[in-house]
């Protein structure tokens, strides 16, 4: 039969979330997603409507299907967690079942189990403030959706993970190397994602002999990253200084993250998988 994927963090077609998805649907996996409350409606209606049709397109022309759109927010783990004054939003109140436990269940009971869970998702309100001007609230918003919602995410699928199964996520080199402009402990966020990586690595392979891997990506023009203000400087950068002096296509983190979830990949479990043209290995720009 064929894999099922969970992808969490599609609110579009330009980010690293669809692309992985449809790379994962061109190898012929089954796709759900987990979409941000807030986003939801657009996300859904421009589905509906055939806005993403083109974008939808696989290498042999047939056209991704999603199978289900759930509403997600991932800093929310259960409802007992959720603010009286995000309950009452309006965008909130129109959607339910979409604390990270909830939807875990949801999937259950809609599907039994899955193969495949994706983090696809970030968020720092401070992001465009330098770390020395970050304010805790900041710093730790940034820690509560960028790194424990992939905790979160992991501890309340993995039961319903079939062994073999395979959990990947999003990361940026700014976790490893100064980035001037990638602030507001977003920074701080992914270098918890990574070395949470390797102890996830470790516990989800001895408890369920699922596999935990990071992508590390180079600069892609998404919703996310525009939001962050430096993204055309970042690219422009990494053409000129990489190894493979191209712009990167979130096709190709696509492609590595379906790799990395695919039988091919059974021995590889806790690492960084740089998709970068190279940028990482670079000591200086030339
Ligand atoms: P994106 O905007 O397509 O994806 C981010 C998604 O996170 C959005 O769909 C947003 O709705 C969702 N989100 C935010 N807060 C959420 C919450 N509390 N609960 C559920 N969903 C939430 O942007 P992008 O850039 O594709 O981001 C995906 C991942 O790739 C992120 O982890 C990002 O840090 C990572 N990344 C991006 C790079 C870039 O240059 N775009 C470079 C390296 C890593």
């Given at each position: 039969?064929?894999?099922?994927?969970?992808?969490?963090?599609?609110?579009?077609?330009?980010?690293?979330?669809?692309?992985?998805?449809?790379?994962?649907?061109?190898?012929?996996?089954?796709?759900l997603v987990g979409t941000w409350v807030p986003a939801l409606n657009i996300f859904e209606t421009s589905l509906r409507r055939g806005k993403f049709d083109e974008s939808r397109v696989l290498p042999d022309g047939s056209l991704m299907e999603i199978t289900k759109v759930y509403?997600?927010?991932?800093?929310?783990?259960?409802?007992?967690?959720?603010?009286?004054?995000?309950?009452?939003?309006?965008?909130?109140?129109?959607?339910?079942k979409w604390t990270v436990k909830e939807v875990a269940e949801s999937v259950k009971e809609d599907f039994g189990t899955i193969d495949i869970l994706v983090h696809s998702l970030a968020n720092g309100p401070e992001v465009s403030k330098p770390l020395?001007?970050?304010?805790?609230?900041?710093?730790?918003?940034?820690?509560?959706?960028?790194?424990y919602s992939y905790?979160?995410?992991?501890?309340?699928?993995?039961?319903?993970?079939?062994?073999?199964?395979?959990?990947?996520?999003?990361?940026?080199?700014?976790?490893e190397r100064i980035i001037p402009g990638y602030g507001g402990g977003m920074s701080s966020a992914k270098a918890a994602l990574e070395s949470d990586t390797?102890?996830?690595?470790?516990?989800?392979?001895?408890?369920?002999?699922?596999?935990?891997?990071?992508?590390s990506a180079g600069p892609l023009r998404s919703r996310a990253a525009k939001a962050i203000g430096f993204i055309d400087m970042m690219i422009d950068y990494?053409?000129?200084?990489?190894?493979?002096?191209?712009?990167l296509s979130a096709e190709e983190v696509g492609n590595a993250a379906a790799f990395l979830a695919s039988p091919l990949a059974s021995a590889i479990t806790g690492t960084v998988l740089y998709v970068d043209n190279g940028l990482n290995a670079m000591g200086v720009g030339v």
């Amino acid at each position: 039969r064929g894999k099922r994927a969970f992808i969490a963090g599609i609110a579009d077609d330009n980010g690293y979330g669809w692309a992985i998805a449809k790379s994962l649907a061109a190898a012929g996996a089954e796709i759900l997603v987990g979409t941000w409350v807030p986003a939801l409606n657009i996300f859904e209606t421009s589905l509906r409507r055939g806005k993403f049709d083109e974008s939808r397109v696989l290498p042999d022309g047939s056209l991704m299907e999603i199978t289900k759109v759930y509403p997600l927010d991932a800093v929310y783990d259960c409802p007992e967690d959720v603010p009286e004054d995000v309950k009452a939003n309006k965008r909130y109140a129109g959607s339910s079942k979409w604390t990270v436990k909830e939807v875990a269940e949801s999937v259950k009971e809609d599907f039994g189990t899955i193969d495949i869970l994706v983090h696809s998702l970030a968020n720092g309100p401070e992001v465009s403030k330098p770390l020395l001007e970050t304010s805790r609230y900041g710093y730790l918003a940034a820690i509560s959706a960028s790194s424990y919602s992939y905790v979160s995410l992991l501890q309340h699928f993995i039961p319903i993970m079939n062994p073999g199964g395979a959990s990947i996520s999003l990361t940026y080199i700014a976790s490893e190397r100064i980035i001037p402009g990638y602030g507001g402990g977003m920074s701080s966020a992914k270098a918890a994602l990574e070395s949470d990586t390797k102890v996830l690595a470790f516990e989800a392979g001895r408890k369920h002999r699922v596999r935990v891997n990071t992508i590390s990506a180079g600069p892609l023009r998404s919703r996310a990253a525009k939001a962050i203000g430096f993204i055309d400087m970042m690219i422009d950068y990494s053409s000129e200084n990489a190894p493979l002096m191209k712009e990167l296509s979130a096709e190709e983190v696509g492609n590595a993250a379906a790799f990395l979830a695919s039988p091919l990949a059974s021995a590889i479990t806790g690492t960084v998988l740089y998709v970068d043209n190279g940028l990482n290995a670079m000591g200086v720009g030339v």
